[in-house]
């Protein structure tokens, strides 16, 4: 079962974040051999997502993410889901992360 984790993203502003996986024993996740991907959508059945860029320290079990301005710039202010999923070499998928983004509208336009 996923974690909840609520993300906070300021439009027009560089975003990131980082994710610690631990295992059931609470000992870090080793992330080798897995792929990652994560996307937030407006709605579960929304057609269009903005994916996050993402990367891993494979053996301390971290989840990069990040969205650049250029991007977050076009994001409509307001509530969005998000998700956050790892694919082992076995081609297993298991949600890690889950939760709602708020994007933040900006004032300041450079």
Request: proline share 2%; aromatic share 8%; hydrophobic share 35%.
């Amino acid at each position: 079962m996923a974690v909840k984790a609520n993300l906070v993203i300021d439009q027009g502003a560089d975003f990131s974040a980082t994710i610690d996986l631990v295992n059931v024993d609470g000992q870090v996740f080793d992330l080798t051999g897995y792929s990652v991907t994560a996307q937030m959508r407006k709605n579960y059945a929304s057609s269009s997502a903005v994916t996050f860029s993402t990367s891993t320290n494979n053996t301390g079990g971290k989840i990069y993410l990040s969205i650049e301005n250029t991007t977050t710039s076009g994001i409509e202010p307001g509530r969005y889901l998000y998700d956050v999923e790892i694919r082992s070499s076995a081609n297993t998928i298991t949600r890690v992360v889950e939760g709602i983004v708020t994007v933040t509208p900006n004032i300041t336009r450079i």
